[in-house]
C-alpha cells in the first residue's frame, strides 16, 4: 500500500490514506467495507443485526458498567472530549471512522446531547433510557426522521480526514427541513470546539441544505479523492505488467496481473487487474473479473506506485479496505493455482427451428433456438408497459448459423486448430488464428435466400428504420457465466446491403479472441457454441446506461438499486473508459445517492448515414433527476420478478419521457 503524507491539522490520529470514507445516518443499511468505500456510507447497527450470544450481551453489560456516568455531554469543548465519546468503526485500518451521535430535544430548549455512543448502539435506546419518548413506539420513532414537527433530531458527528474537519449528518432518508437543519448548525456551532459542515447523504438533502442558506459536503465529493476502490476482492499470484494498452499487447497471458491506466474496452482472462483512473463498477469488463473471480482494484496513480513489480512475480491481495502486492519466487508451474472455472452447462440449442423469430410473442423457453438475451427480451416486450418499453425486432435462429458454419467448414476448421500444440499453447497462435477465421465468416458470400428473408422482415416488419444487429449466443446471459461485452454488436445499420455483412459480423464473433480465451478458461467446450442474431430497431436515446436490481457490494440489500448512466447511447456505459454517473436508490428510504457524476464530455448519437458519431455534451453533468431514477428502479424490479426474482443486470435507455429495456442478463456475484 502506498501510504500519503498526513494532514497539518488537529483531530483524531490519522492513519495513510487508501479511503475516504464517511458516515451516513443509524438508518442508513449496514453495508461491507467495499459497499462502504464505494458509497461513502458507514455501517449501521439497524440491519444485518444477529441476537447477541449470552457471552456477547454479558460483556457490553459489563462495558457499559464500566464507563458509568450519564452517558452524554451536553458540549464538546475539546478533542479530548470527542475521542472520550467516539465510536471507532475499523479501527487502525484506513477506513477507520470516529464518530459521536447526537440528539436535540427541541422540548427542551433545543437541549443537545452528546451521546456515549459505544454505550448507546442507537439513537432509541437513549431517548428510550432518558424517557425522551415515553411509551417510544415504532410510529413514534419513525416520526423522529419524517415528521417536520419531530421532538427529537437525531445525528452523527464524524472526523473526516480527506477534508479535513468535522461533519454531520442525517439518515439519508430523513425528511430533515431547512428549519431542522439551520437549528442544527446553530446548536453544534455554539456546543461544539470546531466548525462542522453538513454532509448531505441523498440529494433530497442537498435541495435542503440550498433551501437553508447553508454550505454542505455531498458524498460524490468525498468519494472523488478516493485513492483506492475495491471492485472485486480476491487474492492472485502472477507476473505483474504494466501495460499501456491491452490491444498493443497480444501477449497477455491468464497468469498475468494487469496494471492499465484505465479499463479496456475488451479483456482476455488475466489473474487480476488494477487500474489508475476510476471507472463504472458496471463496465464489461468489471463485470467479466466478477465472474473470473480476480482481484481488480482501483489504485489512484498505480502505474507510478507499482512500477517497482513491473515483470515480476508476486501475490496481489484486494479486500475491503485495501491492496496489498508482495513479491515472491516464480512459482512451478505445476504449483500454480488452476484458473477459476465456471460451473456453467452450455444450453444445448435447439437446430430444428430455421425461421426467423419476430420478439413480439417469445417467451423465454424461446432461448432454445434465440438464446437468451432475444428471449428474455422478448418475454418483457409486453410484460413491462406501462413502466417501460422493448424496442421491436427478430431473431435470426441459431440453426441458421449451423448451416452456415458448416457450409464454410469452420468446426473442422476449429477442431484441427485445437490439435495443433502451438495453437494450445501459444495465445498469440490463437489470437492469429481467430482473426483469420472471423475474417473468412465476415467476407464469405452470403447465403442469398437468407439474406433476402432478412432484408424483407426488416422492411416489412421494422419499416427499414435503422437497426442495432447484436449477438444471442447459447454462452452469454447464463446464471454462470455472463459473456459482457465478448460478442460484437453492430450499431445503427441503415442500408439494405449492409444487413447481411452486420449478421456475418456478429456470427464472427464467436471467435472473437476475448471471447474464445473466456469460455476457455471457463471450461466451456468451444464446439457447443452457436450464434443467434438479435435485429433490434435503433433507439435513439437522450440517456442511458445500465443498473442492477441490489447492491453489488451486499447481497442482503435487496431493496437497492445501482445505476450507471451516460448521455446519449449506451455503449460508452458498458465500456467504462471513463467514470458514469453512478447511483444509490433505495426503496426503504426512497432516497437517491450521487456517488459520481459523469466525467464524459461528449456522446454518442446515431448517424443518419450509420454507424454512430461523437458530439460535446452541452450543460448540466447530470444525467438523471430524482423522479426518472425511482422510475428505473421500477422497472428493474418488474424485470426481475418477470426473469425468475434473479438478481438482473440490465441495459437500459430513456428518450424523452419513456424508458427502454435493452437487455436484461443474471446479474454474477463472483464473490468466493
Not at 457450409?407 to 473442422?412: A, C, I, K
Amino acid at each position: 500500500m502506498r501510504p500519503t503524507a498526513a494532514l497539518r491539522r488537529p483531530g483524531p490520529p490519522r492513519r495513510p490514506k487508501l479511503l475516504v470514507l464517511a458516515l451516513a445516518g443509524l438508518l442508513a443499511a449496514g453495508w461491507g467495507l467495499a459497499a462502504q468505500a464505494q458509497t461513502a456510507r458507514k455501517p449501521s447497527p439497524y440491519e444485518n443485526q444477529r441476537p447477541l450470544r449470552p457471552d456477547e450481551r454479558e460483556a457490553r453489560l459489563e462495558e457499559s458498567a464500566k464507563r458509568g456516568g450519564p452517558g452524554f455531554l451536553g458540549q464538546i469543548r475539546t478533542e479530548a472530549e470527542f475521542r472520550q465519546l467516539a465510536r471507532v468503526y475499523n479501527a487502525g485500518t484506513p477506513l477507520e471512522i470516529p464518530h459521536v451521535l447526537f440528539v436535540i430535544d427541541r422540548q427542551r430548549g433545543d437541549r443537545i446531547y452528546y451521546l456515549d455512543t459505544p454505550r448507546y448502539t442507537l439513537h432509541e435506546n437513549f431517548a428510550r433510557e432518558r424517557q425522551l419518548l415515553p411509551g417510544m413506539d415504532k410510529a413514534t420513532l419513525i416520526a423522529q426522521y419524517k415528521d417536520p414537527d419531530r421532538r427529537l433530531l437525531f445525528g452523527t458527528l464524524s472526523w473526516q480526514r480527506d477534508l479535513p474537519g468535522y461533519t454531520y449528518e442525517f439518515w439519508e432518508g430523513d425528511r430533515v427541513t431547512p428549519t431542522l437543519l439551520r437549528l442544527t448548525q446553530d446548536k453544534l456551532h455554539s456546543t461544539f470546539y470546531e466548525p462542522v459542515r453538513f454532509k448531505a447523504n441523498s440529494t433530497m438533502h442537498e435541495q435542503t441544505a440550498q433551501s437553508a442558506g447553508l454550505a454542505f459536503v455531498t458524498q460524490e465529493a468525498l468519494l472523488r479523492e478516493q485513492t483506492f476502490l475495491p471492485l472485486n476482492t480476491g487474492r492472485a499470484q502472477g507476473r505483474l505488467r504494466i501495460v499501456k494498452s491491452v490491444e498493443d499487447t497480444p501477449d497477455l497471458a491468464p497468469t498475468d496481473i494487469v496494471v492499465l491506466d484505465e479499463v479496456p474496452v475488451a479483456l482476455p482472462p488475466v489473474a487480476g487487474l488494477v487500474t489508475q483512473r476510476p471507472s463504472t463498477l458496471l463496465s464489461h469488463v468489471n463485470l467479466l473479473a466478477k465472474g473470473w473471480r480476480i482481484p481488480n482494484a482501483y489504485v489512484r496513480d498505480a502505474v507510478a506506485v507499482l512500477r517497482e513489480h513491473d515483470g515480476q512475480w508476486v501475490q496481489l491481495t484486494v479486500n475491503s479496505n485495501g491492496y496489498h502486492v508482495e513479491r515472491i519466487a516464480r512459482p512451478d508451474a505445476a504449483s500454480m493455482p488452476p484458473p477459476p472455472r465456471a460451473a456453467v452447462a452450455l444450453p444445448k440449442p435447439d437446430l430444428s427451428v430455421r425461421a426467423i423469430k419476430p420478439l413480439t410473442g417469445m417467451a423465454t423457453r424461446d432461448s432454445r433456438h434465440c438464446g437468451v438475451k432475444a428471449a428474455n427480451l422478448g418475454a418483457l416486450k409486453a410484460a413491462l408497459r406501462p413502466l417501460a418499453s422493448v424496442p421491436d425486432g427478430f431473431c435470426i435462429p441459431f440453426a441458421q448459423y449451423a448451416g452456415f458454419m458448416d457450409r464454410l467448414g469452420v468446426p473442422e476448421r476449429i477442431a484441427a486448430l485445437e490439435q495443433r500444440p502451438d495453437f494450445i499453447g501459444d495465445a498469440n497462435v490463437r489470437r492469429a488464428e481467430l482473426a483469420a477465421l472471423r475474417q473468412d465468416i465476415v467476407n464469405a458470400p452470403p447465403d442469398a435466400a437468407l439474406a433476402d428473408a432478412w432484408r424483407e422482415r426488416w422492411r416489412t416488419q421494422l419499416k427499414g428504420r435503422g437497426v442495432f444487429v447484436r449477438s444471442s449466443s447459447n454462452s452469454e446471459d447464463l446464471p454462470g457465466f455472463s459473456g459482457a461485452g465478448l460478442y460484437t454488436t453492430v450499431p445503427n445499420v441503415t442500408q439494405p446491403d449492409a444487413l447481411a455483412k452486420a449478421v456475418q459480423t456478429v456470427w464472427a464473433s464467436v471467435y472473437n479472441f476475448e471471447a474464445y480465451e473466456a469460455r476457455r478458461a471457463a471450461g466451456i467446450g468451444q464446439g457447443g457454441v452457436v450464434m443467434a442474431v438479435l435485429v433490434q430497431s435503433a433507439a435513439a436515446s437522450d440517456s442511458s446506461g445500465v443498473m442492477i436490481t441490489r447492491d453489488p457490494f451486499d447481497a442482503s440489500r435487496r431493496y437497492v438499486t445501482y445505476i450507471s448512466a451516460k448521455r446519449g447511447l449506451g455503449i460508452k456505459v458498458v465500456e467504462g473508459k471513463r467514470q458514469a454517473e453512478q447511483l444509490m436508490y433505495s426503496t426503504w428510504s426512497k432516497a437517491v445517492q450521487v456517488l459520481s457524476r459523469s466525467a464524459e464530455d461528449t456522446q454518442l448519437v446515431a448517424d443518419a448515414a450509420g454507424g454512430v458519431r461523437e458530439v460535446p455534451i452541452e450543460g448540466s453533468r447530470q444525467v438523471l433527476n430524482d423522479a426518472l431514477v425511482a422510475r428505473l428502479a421500477a422497472v428493474g424490479n418488474q424485470i426481475k420478478l418477470r426473469l425468475g426474482n434473479v438478481d438482473q443486470d440490465i441495459e437500459w435507455a430513456v428518450q424523452g419521457d419513456n424508458i427502454i429495456v435493452l437487455q436484461a442478463r443474471p446479474y454474477i456475484d463472483g464473490g468466493r
